[in-house]
């Protein structure tokens, strides 16, 4: 007989980041990004259907937006720990994918965030981005920095998330965490990012900067006098740029690139690589610390992704650290291998990690 609760049990126990129900194979679960089966029996039509009516509990708004879009995020609370759902399909059929957020948010320190990461986030005002590809754990770092902020400043800091994942209560900081969705809190992050501006906070948390419309109202809030967070699924800081650039008409991009020499204050974009004995995986950031020079070369007419690059390389005394020098010292540390972290580097960028290898 079918039994959810051991698949969670199971996954819980091998701490899995992530669960994966699909019709016809055994669940599997994501353990430091293998995927592993699970001992459960193969799932069937009637379990998928089951769990479908389980999740949505008769939630009308949640059901017709699924039956629209074909896809939705919502979030399951099992044993006092929160789980990301998503549900989309495949072949009309429903599949599942739960990520586990843990019940604990883990310091800085345990996180391998940089220490310049937290100086920056007491700016006043600016734009502060942490980028990565999916399950690079931006959503972890994001709100470890909120975390950071409600501990020691006094701030009202929003959230606009899809869906709330980790729960914060108000410390030092007041917190106002909101939903974006159909029938949720907020219906997208447009409204979102437009009505914070009326509601006298001083940090706005974007769970995900996906548009230019977005990006927009995200700009428009950091000008206003704000320090606005926020995401983006970009592989490194340079790209990071690139990508923002061109959300906008040729015609407009000379207007975005000196709103964001001014306005972009940092980016950190960040990757998990599994550790040297493998039995989990270690943050590997790459950090840019936008001063003059990083300033400049955004402003320029023609955008070079390797002259931020380099621009990074050279800023080491900013705070800036490189993807190389991150890499390197993971490596001299002993928390990587060489050959993990060759893997993340293109061709060209090899040279210079032997060099910085002990």
Do not use: W
């Amino acid at each position: 007989m079918f039994n959810f609760d051991k698949i969670l049990d199971e996954g819980i126990a091998k701490n899995a980041s992530d669960i994966h129900i699909i019709c016809g194979l055994k669940p599997v679960l994501r353990v430091n990004k293998a995927l592993i089966p699970s001992k459960a029996p193969v799932i069937q039509e009637s379990d998928i259907f089951a769990i479908y009516d389980y999740l949505v509990k008769g939630n009308v708004t949640i059901d017709e937006a699924f039956k629209k879009n074909k896809n939705i995020d919502t979030v399951y609370v099992y044993k006092d720990l929160r789980m990301r759902v998503n549900i989309s399909n495949q072949e009309g059929m429903p599949i599942f994918t739960f990520r586990i957020i843990k019940d604990v948010l883990p310091s800085f320190e345990e996180l391998g965030i940089p220490e310049v990461v937290k100086k920056m986030i007491t700016l006043e005002q600016g734009l502060i981005l942490v980028t990565g590809k999916a399950n690079s754990g931006k959503t972890t770092t994001l709100n470890a920095l909120v975390n950071c902020i409600n501990e020691k400043q006094n701030k009202k800091i929003i959230t606009l998330e899809s869906p709330v994942e980790y729960k914060h209560k108000s410390k030092k900081s007041i917190i106002v965490q909101k939903e974006v969705g159909e029938g949720a809190d907020v219906t997208n992050f447009v409204d979102g990012v437009k009505n914070a501006l009326r509601e006298d906070c001083d940090i706005l948390v974007i769970g995900e900067i996906r548009d230019e419309e977005t990006m927009e109202a995200a700009i428009d809030m950091a000008e206003s006098g704000h320090l606005v967070i926020g995401t983006l699924h970009t592989k490194s800081c340079a790209e990071t740029v690139d990508r923002i650039i061109n959300f906008y008409d040729f015609r407009d991009q000379s207007q975005i690139k000196y709103l964001m020499s001014t306005l972009l204050k940092l980016v950190v974009s960040q990757r998990l690589i599994k550790s040297e004995d493998e039995s989990k995986l270690v943050l590997a950031s790459e950090v840019m610390v936008v001063d003059s020079n990083i300033s400049s070369a955004i402003r320029k007419d023609k955008f070079s992704i390797s002259e931020i690059e380099d621009d990074i390389q050279g800023s080491k005394d900013k705070g800036s650290i490189s993807l190389v020098n991150s890499l390197a010292e993971l490596v001299n540390n002993k928390k990587i291998t060489l050959n993990a972290a060759k893997e993340q580097l293109e061709e060209k960028y090899i040279e210079s990690l032997e060099r910085l290898i002990k």
